[in-house]
């Protein structure tokens, strides 16, 4: 099983600033990082797909970068709507995995 | 639009069985691999099932391997989740997704909470 490891754990920011969180996976992923948005009571939302895809209707703002085992999901000029909890995923081979998350507060 | 509607979640004793269902809405149901994935409270994304786009294929993590069952009928455009022999650790709102390829879109999910 691959395992997908995430930092940082939590992070505070204040809006316009950005925000770098890393995916790290066990074994080489190729580009197989998808990033997911959670809000408070909503289901999740993705982001970026194989690594660095922009999905439908996510704002520019949101980028992705990485191959192998390192990834990278950056939020430029943070929003206040960016609060959530991101989490990254691989698809690479099964049994799929998420990492466990990394909670983004807005200060 | 892409619609995921989740049902057949609630309250059951250890041991029990449960189906979910998914009605999906707004695109072409059989193109898409569905999956199903999970979320204990206050916990992280579990992803339990894959199902190909015929159902030929059909995945499962280990922890839930002979207990939970997971079909299609493109025909209904609707995806299920047979539960059986459910557990305390079962207890999770659970997620309909899917995509071409991955979990593009996902529902709103329905909670099973076990207990006895």
């Known amino acids: 099983e691959i395992v997908l490891t995430q930092s940082p754990d939590f992070q505070s920011v204040t809006p316009k600033e950005k925000v770098t969180i890393t995916c790290r996976a066990s074994?080489?992923?190729?580009?197989?990082l998808h990033w997911y948005q959670q809000k408070p009571h909503q289901s999740p939302k993705l982001l970026i797909k194989?690594?660095?895809q922009s999905f439908s209707g996510v704002p520019s703002r949101f980028s992705g970068s990485g191959s192998g085992t390192d990834f990278t999901l950056t939020i430029n000029s943070l929003e206040a709507e960016d609060a959530a909890t991101y989490y990254c995923?691989?698809?690479?081979?099964?049994?799929?995995?998420f990492g466990p998350g990394t909670k983004v507060e807005i200060k | 639009e892409v619609q995921l509607v989740e049902s057949g979640g609630g309250l059951v004793q250890p041991g029990g069985s449960l189906r979910l269902s998914c009605a999906a809405s707004?695109?072409?149901?059989?193109?898409?691999?569905m999956s199903w994935v999970r979320q204990a409270p206050g916990k992280g994304l579990e992803w339990v099932a894959n199902?190909?786009?015929?159902?030929?294929?059909?995945y499962y993590v280990d922890s839930v391997k002979g207990r939970f069952t997971i079909s299609r009928d493109n025909a209904k455009n609707s995806l299920y989740l047979q539960m059986n022999s459910l557990r305390a650790e079962d207890t999770a709102v659970y997620y309909c997704?899917?995509?071409?390829?991955?979990?593009?879109?996902w529902g709103q999910g329905t909670l099973v909470t076990l207990s006895s």
């Open positions: 997704s899917g995509g071409l390829t991955i979990s593009d879109h």
């Open positions: 707004g695109f072409t149901f059989s193109t898409y691999w």
């Open positions: 199902i190909k786009q015929d159902g030929s294929e059909k």
């Open positions: 074994q080489s992923i190729g580009s197989g």
């Open positions: 194989y690594t660095s």
């Open positions: 995923h691989q698809s690479s081979s099964l049994p799929w995995t």
